[in-house]
């Protein structure tokens, strides 16, 4: 098959033949449909040291199912499923207790050295990011990292549910479980951070203010249904947070990872309010908290990993919403490009006003 291969640190995405496994115990085939463009894939690709290359990267993707594993129990063949870069065991005590997305061995859902590689080029081993190598004519995925989504879904759309969608949304219902009424601040309205903005509006915030450095995505978020956007280059966005709450918000999402708005989020806090960390910028981003101020103010800091989301409950929900007309998918979709166009894709990222670039052409 044909997929598209990093070979290192730097130097870009290029369509190579790739052999791929058959699948065994609970492991699933699919035909990929569709693989979004997340902001982390180039991160991995160009600076951030999570995946040995080579490698196939891609963690938004969503296919048709065409052979499955002796083992699997919850999804058959002619499945339309979206995948998810959240990797969980189902039986330790963190899985037991709901809280898939902290599960303690992970690893299960992936082969082990005795076994042979499920890529691999030449005969030589490949990485398969997140265990899903998504941006690729098929992938092979454990089952746990799969949901089963209706036949309606658009593919594109669907293939955004898995890391953008679940993160954003899942970080402001889940992680935060914002409540009908509460003020929410939106910061970086990419396709994480749009995400956001629909699970604030299905909650029912009373105001849900995005801030970004492009008027394009500010337009974005209006459409989304943000009440009130400042453009955080001409004007200073924790003043205009405080003036439209009076006083500080109920939770504030960095979408960004960057030092200096990550302070900024800290400072658009209200009495008892939550800062959520989202974005990933490098080793320099983080925050310094003071303890009298937060004490006195009953502020807290969460950091959040995929919206401390539980994939088989939520990726059909968010399909669910998204067929109803209450959850904004087709805005996230700015563009589609072929396989062999990813390089462009994330040149095109940089223009400011997409939102997310999808691999729909596959041939
Ligand atoms: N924690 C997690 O589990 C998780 C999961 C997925 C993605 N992420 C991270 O979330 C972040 C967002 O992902 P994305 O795909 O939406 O990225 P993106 O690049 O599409 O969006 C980032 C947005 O932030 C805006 N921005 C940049 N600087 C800003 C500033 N100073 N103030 C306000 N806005 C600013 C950009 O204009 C852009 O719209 C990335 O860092 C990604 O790696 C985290
Ligand atoms: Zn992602
Ligand atoms: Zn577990």
Redesign the pocket.
């Given at each position: 098959m044909k997929a598209s291969v990093v070979n290192g640190f730097g130097q870009g995405f290029h369509v190579e033949d790739v052999d791929i496994a058959d699948p065994i115990g609970r492991e699933v085939l699919i035909d990929v449909k569709a693989s979004g463009l997340?902001?982390?894939d180039h991160?991995v690709a160009t600076f951030l040291d999570l995946q040995p290359f080579p490698a196939v990267l891609g963690h938004e993707v969503a296919g048709v199912v065409t052979a499955v594993g002796p083992e699997v129990v919850e999804i058959a063949v002619g499945d339309h499923v979206a995948a998810s870069l959240i990797q969980f065991c189902g039986r330790c005590a963190k899985c037991l207790s709901g809280k898939t997305h902290q599960c303690l061995h992970p690893e299960v859902t992936q082969r082990d050295a005795s076994q042979p590689p499920r890529l691999s080029r030449n005969g030589e081993p490949m990485g398969q990011f997140a265990g899903l190598g998504g941006f690729a004519q098929q992938a092979l995925i454990h089952e746990n990292q799969l949901a089963v989504i209706p036949d309606e879904m658009p593919w594109a759309q669907a293939a955004l549910l898995g890391?953008?969608v679940l993160?954003g949304a899942g970080a402001v219902l889940n992680s935060a479980a914002v409540q009908a009424g509460d003020t929410v601040v939106v910061?970086?309205?990419?396709?994480?951070?749009l995400s956001g903005v629909n699970g604030a509006r299905i909650a029912g915030a009373s105001k849900i203010i995005v801030?970004?450095?492009?008027e394009g995505?500010l337009k974005l978020a209006r459409r989304f249904g943000a009440t009130h956007t400042i453009n955080?280059v001409s004007t200073d966005?924790v003043e205009e947070v405080l003036r439209i709450t009076g006083g500080g918000a109920d939770h504030v999402f960095d979408?960004?990872?960057?030092r200096?708005?990550t302070e900024q989020g800290l400072r658009m806090l209200g009495k008892g309010g939550g800062l959520y960390l989202?974005?990933?910028?490098g080793n320099d981003a983080g925050v310094e908290v003071a303890t009298m101020s937060a004490v006195f103010n009953q502020h807290s800091v969460q950091a959040?990993?995929?919206?401390s989301s539980n994939l088989k409950r939520d990726l059909p929900m968010y399909a669910a919403l998204y067929l109803q007309g209450r959850m904004n998918l087709d805005d996230l979709v700015s563009k589609e490009i072929a396989l062999e166009e990813i390089n462009e894709g994330y040149g095109f990222?940089k223009d400011?006003d997409l939102?997310?670039v999808v691999i729909t052409n596959l041939s």
């Open positions: 997340c902001h982390t991160s890391c953008g993160t910061m970086g309205a990419g396709g994480v951070g801030s970004d450095i492009t995505k955080s966005p979408f960004v990872g960057a200096p708005v989202v974005g990933i910028g959040v990993s995929m919206g990222l400011g939102a997310r």
